[in-house]
T-cell receptor, first 110, second 113 residues
Framework: QQQVKQSPQSLIVQKGGISIINCAYE??????FPWYQQFPGKGPALLIA?????SEKKEGRFTISFNKSAKQFSLHIMDSQPGDSATYFC?????????FGTGTRLQVTL | DVKVTQSSRYLVKRTGEKVFLECVQD?????MFWYRQDPGLGLRLIYF???????EKGDIPEGYSVSREKKERFSLILESASTNQTSMYLC????????????FGSGTRLTVV
């Protein structure tokens, strides 16, 4: 059972554009929603995270938007750069362990 | 920086072999996790451990077992490797009750032939 659904599976964005990745969850007990970034040959690394008491969190060019009633959250990458090309995973947490989405492979072209 | 070290970057094993994947962390984390990563399926939790000699099944434990004899070391064991266990295996650690500080290793790409 996929508790965290992520889309799209892959995304191509031009340099300077906005990348948007969406996730939806089912379990209302989830209380922490991180995004992880993974470069080839590396393990995932925490990028940004949000808790359900806020609707938006911004760190530099990265923003999480959170809609508690719809049980959805999304990652927005503003002014996307070639160095942002990576695989992005959303996740949701309950009971001290994370459940991950299926991943989005982002390619930022020149 | 917390380091999570996985002993092998690439492994090739034969069907039916017993396979050990080792993971060591150096920051005294209580929690340790084993995930497998497959295209289109994301990261799926195999087993996790909150303490020495303690283990809990994750979402896909079948065909795997784990061992945690020391706090810093968490081993994943494939009792009899099969081709459908060909995958990228990722180890992670975190402080107990802290989901905001998962640190992952670089992964072991296992091929079973």
């Amino acid at each position: 059972q996929q508790q965290v659904k992520q889309s799209p599976q892959s995304l191509i964005v031009q340099k300077g554009g906005i990348s948007i990745i969406n996730c939806a969850y089912e379990n209302t007990a989830f209380d922490y929603f991180p995004w992880y970034q993974q470069f080839p040959g590396k393990g995932p690394a925490l990028l940004i995270a949000i808790r359900p008491d806020v609707s938006e969190k911004k760190e530099g060019r990265f923003t999480i938007s959170f809609n508690k009633s719809a049980k959805q959250f999304s990652l927005h990458i503003m002014d996307s750069q070639p160095g942002d090309s990576a695989t992005y995973f959303c996740a949701a947490s309950g009971a001290s362990k994370l459940t991950f989405g299926t991943g989005t492979r982002l390619q930022v072209t020149l | 920086d917390v380091k999570v070290t996985q002993s092998s970057r690439y492994l090739v094993k034969r069907t039916g072999e017993k396979v050990f994947l080792e993971c060591v962390q150096d920051m005294d984390h209580e929690n340790m996790f084993w995930y497998r990563q497959d295209p289109g399926l994301g990261l799926r939790l195999i087993y996790f451990s909150y303490d020495v000699k303690m283990k809990e099944k994750g979402d896909i434990p079948e065909g795997y077992s784990v061992s945690r004899e020391k706090k810093e070391r968490f081993s994943l064991i494939l009792e009899s490797a099969s081709t459908n266990q060909t995958s990228m295996y990722l180890c992670a650690s975190s402080l107990i009750f802290r989901v905001d500080g998962y640190t992952f290793g670089s992964g072991t790409r296992l091929t079973v032939v």
